[in-house]
C-alpha cells in the first residue's frame, strides 16, 4: 500500500514537472507543425570580428551562413559565371592581397583596385563611394566590360553542376535556380560572393601581434610607429587603426588640376566640394597592393612618403587636415624618418591573408 | 485526498509566480521619455557645410566641413536638485541630421536645467570601453598622444590675414581637457508614459569665445596635443549649447 501511494505521488509529480515545463515553455515553438522536408535552414555563420574592429555591416536580405560563404567561395573563383573565362579571382590576386595593381577601364580610367580584405567593415565601396552595398558590389561584374556574361549558358551551366545544384539550395534554398530571373540569380550570386568578401579578415599582422605581446617591434618599426601616430608625421587622423582607414573621403592633395578619374568623389556627387576627394585606403597588407593611390601614381612606398612629405599639391579642396603645415605644406622629414615610417607601415603586412586556404 | 488537493493548488499557484516575467514585477515607477533635439548654428540658421563663410569674434572668416563629437554624462536637475543621470555616450556627426538622442526612463516631474559632457569622461575615454563603428573609428586618439577618444573635431578653412585659404582642424581630447557644458535652464515637464522633447542648439562661434576669443591664426589652425590651444577650446565650450 505503501508503495502503491509511493508510486502515485512519483507520478504526481512527474506529471506536475511536465506542467511546469510547458507552463513556462515559450509556446511560439510548440506551435510549429514542421514538415521533415522542410525543415532545412542554412547554418548561421559566425563572423570572428578581432578585438578592437568595428561592427561590421550585414544586411538582413543576406545574412551570413555557412553554406552562402562557402557558395561564395567557390564562385568568386568560378569560370562558369563568365562567357570569356575570367573570374573575380582573375583580377583580384589573392597573393596581391585581392587587389589588382592596375585595370585600365573602357572609360579610360587607369585604376588600382583596392584589395578585398576587411569589407564587412567599411560602408562604402570603391575609390569614389560608387557602391554603397557590398551585397551587391558585383553585380556590375556581369556586363560587357568583365564577365559578359551569357545569361543562357549561365543557367544550364549551373543547372548541369551537381555542385551548384546542391549548395544554392543549401545556401539559399533555391530548388531549381531556372525559377529565378537573370537579375535575380545575379543577385543571388553576388549575396554569395560578398558572404564570401565579409570573411576576408586581415588582423595578423606584426602590428596586431605587437599589440598582443606576439612580436616585438624593431627600433626602427617603433620609431615609424611614433611618427605614423604624431602630428609630426599626422598619417592617423585619416588611416586609424584597426581598419587603417577612418572610412571617409578626403582630397589630400595629389593633384591642383582634376580631370577624369582624378575628379573622385565628385564623379558620384555632382557636388563641386567633392572634387579630388578619395575614399581612404587601408594601409594594410600595402606590400601586397602596390601601385599606390587610385591610379597607381606611385611605385613604391617611399614615393608615396616622399609625396606626403614633400610633393603635396594645393587647390581649393584640399582636406583641412592636409594644411596642417602650410603655407609650405610640407613634411619636412629626414631620410631617417622616411625609412622608419616605411619600415612601420610594412608591419602591417599580414602574410596570413595570401595564404588563405 | 483534501490535503493532498491543497498541496496540488499550492503547487501550482508557486509555478505560476514563478513563471512570471520579470518586468511584470518589477516596481512601477512613474516615468516618461526626453528627446533631444540637437543642431548647430551660427547666429540663428543652421550651418551650412562647406559653402557658407562665417565669421568669429576674433574676426576669422571661417567655413565649416566637419562637426564630430561625444555627448555622455547627461544630467536633469530640478531646482538644484540632481534628479536624472546617464553615461551612455553618443556620437554626433553634424552632418546627419536629424539628431535626436533619447533620455528614458526619467521620473516624472518638472526639469528646470540639463547638462552634459562633451566628450568622454575618465572612465570611458578608453580604447574599447565604447562600440568602435565604421563612422566613429575616425575618432581614436592615439595611445601614443595619451590614447581615449576625440571629444572633438571641428573642421573647415579660414582667411588668413593676407587672404590666403588655409585649414584648421580643431581637435579635443584627452581626461584634463573634457568639456563641461554648464547647466542650461529649461522648462521641461516629463509625464507618466509620455516623450517629451527639447531642442538644443550649438552655437558653433561660441568655441571662439567666452571666456577666450580664439583666433584660428594667431592661436593656432591646430589644437592636437597643443594643451594651451586645446584648454582654451575647452573652456569656450562650457557654453555652445542652449535650449530653443
Avoid at chain 1, 312 to 331: E, F
Avoid at chain 2, 129 to 149: F, V
Wanted: hydrophobic residues 35%; contains cysteine; proline residues 5%.
Amino acid at each position: 500500500m505503501e508503495r502503491m501511494y509511493f508510486m502515485q505521488s512519483r507520478f504526481f509529480l512527474f506529471v506536475l514537472l511536465i506542467g511546469v515545463f510547458i507552463a513556462c515553455n515559450d509556446t511560439t515553438d510548440n506551435d510549429q507543425d514542421v514538415k521533415p522536408d522542410d525543415s532545412y535552414q542554412p547554418t548561421p555563420y559566425k563572423l570572428q570580428v578581432p578585438k578592437g574592429f568595428p561592427l561590421y555591416n550585414i544586411s538582413k536580405e543576406n545574412p551570413l551562413t555557412v553554406e552562402g560563404v562557402e557558395l561564395g567561395k567557390r564562385l568568386y573563383r568560378e569560370p562558369m559565371l563568365s562567357s570569356n573565362g575570367l573570374t573575380c579571382s582573375s583580377c583580384h590576386h589573392q597573393d596581391k592581397s585581392f587587389s589588382t595593381p592596375i585595370y585600365n577601364a573602357a572609360n579610360g580610367y587607369k585604376i588600382s583596385v583596392p584589395p578585398h580584405i576587411n569589407l564587412a567593415f567599411k560602408r562604402h565601396f570603391n575609390w569614389n563611394g560608387s557602391e554603397k552595398v557590398l551585397d551587391t558590389l558585383c553585380m556590375v561584374d556581369f556586363g560587357p566590360e568583365f564577365f559578359n556574361t551569357d545569361s543562357a549558358q549561365l543557367y544550364n551551366n549551373l543547372y548541369n553542376s551537381s555542385y551548384y545544384k546542391d549548395q544554392f539550395y543549401k545556401a539559399f534554398l533555391i530548388k531549381d535556380i531556372r525559377q529565378l530571373n537573370f537579375e535575380d540569380l545575379k543577385r543571388k550570386i553576388t549575396y554569395a560572393i560578398s558572404q564570401y568578401m565579409r570573411t576576408i579578415i586581415s588582423s595578423k599582422s606584426k602590428y596586431d601581434k605587437m599589440l598582443v605581446g606576439e612580436y616585438t617591434f624593431t627600433d626602427k618599426e617603433m620609431q615609424g610607429m611614433l611618427l605614423f601616430f604624431s602630428e609630426t608625421g599626422d598619417c592617423f587622423h585619416c588611416h586609424q587603426p584597426p581598419l587603417f582607414s577612418d572610412t571617409e573621403f578626403h582630397n589630400t592633395g595629389l593633384s591642383s588640376v582634376f580631370n577624369g578619374f582624378d575628379r573622385g568623389r565628385e564623379l558620384i556627387t555632382n557636388n563641386p566640394i567633392d572634387i579630388g576627394k578619395f575614399a581612404t585606403p587601408t594601409l594594410r597588407n600595402l606590400e601586397y597592393t602596390a601601385p599606390y593611390m587610385h591610379d597607381g601614381r606611385f611605385n613604391t612606398l617611399e614615393e608615396v612618403v616622399e609625396f606626403y612629405n614633400s610633393g603635396v599639391h594645393v587647390s581649393p579642396n584640399i582636406d583641412p587636415i592636409m594644411s596642417k603645415k602650410a603655407p609650405s605644406y610640407k613634411l619636412n622629414l629626414t631620410q631617417e624618418q622616411k625609412d622608419a615610417l616605411v619600415a612601420f607601415l610594412k608591419t602591417l603586412t599580414d602574410e596570413s591573408i595570401i595564404n588563405l586556404p | 485526498m483534501k490535503l493532498k488537493l491543497i498541496l496540488i493548488g499550492l503547487f501550482f499557484t508557486f509555478i505560476q509566480v514563478s513563471c512570471v516575467h520579470d518586468e511584470e514585477i518589477e516596481t512601477q515607477v512613474r516615468s516618461g521619455n526626453l528627446v533631444l533635439h540637437i543642431a548647430h548654428q551660427v547666429g540663428s540658421t543652421d550651418v551650412q557645410f562647406d559653402t557658407v563663410i562665417y565669421t568669429n569674434k576674433a574676426g576669422n572668416e571661417y567655413t565649416i566641413s566637419r562637426i564630430n563629437y561625444y555627448l555622455s554624462n547627461f544630467v536633469l536637475y530640478n531646482e538644484g536638485k540632481i534628479i536624472y543621470q546617464t553615461n551612455t555616450p553618443v556620437y554626433v556627426d553634424a552632418r546627419n541630421t536629424p539628431i535626436t538622442i533619447k533620455l528614458a526612463n526619467i521620473p516624472e516631474g518638472k526639469y528646470d536645467k540639463i547638462s552634459m559632457l562633451i566628450g568622454l569622461d575618465a572612465t570611458t575615454n578608453i580604447h574599447g570601453k565604447i562600440p568602435d563603428t565604421d563612422e566613429n573609428i575616425g575618432m581614436l586618439w592615439p595611445e601614443s598622444m595619451g590614447g581615449g577618444y576625440h571629444f572633438l573635431k571641428l573642421e573647415g578653412k579660414f582667411n588668413t590675414p593676407d587672404s590666403v585659404q588655409r585649414g584648421y582642424a580643431v581637435h579635443v581630447g584627452l581626461n584634463p581637457f573634457i568639456i563641461t557644458q554648464q547647466p542650461i535652464n529649461i522648462n521641461v515637464n516629463i509625464t507618466d508614459k509620455n516623450t517629451s522633447n527639447l531642442d538644443l542648439v550649438m552655437n558653433m562661434n561660441e568655441w571662439y569665445q567666452n571666456p577666450y576669443t580664439y583666433d584660428l591664426y594667431t592661436d593656432g589652425n591646430y589644437t592636437m596635443g597643443d594643451s594651451i590651444t586645446m584648454f582654451k577650446i575647452a573652456e569656450n565650450g562650457k557654453d555652445v549649447f542652449y535650449a530653443k
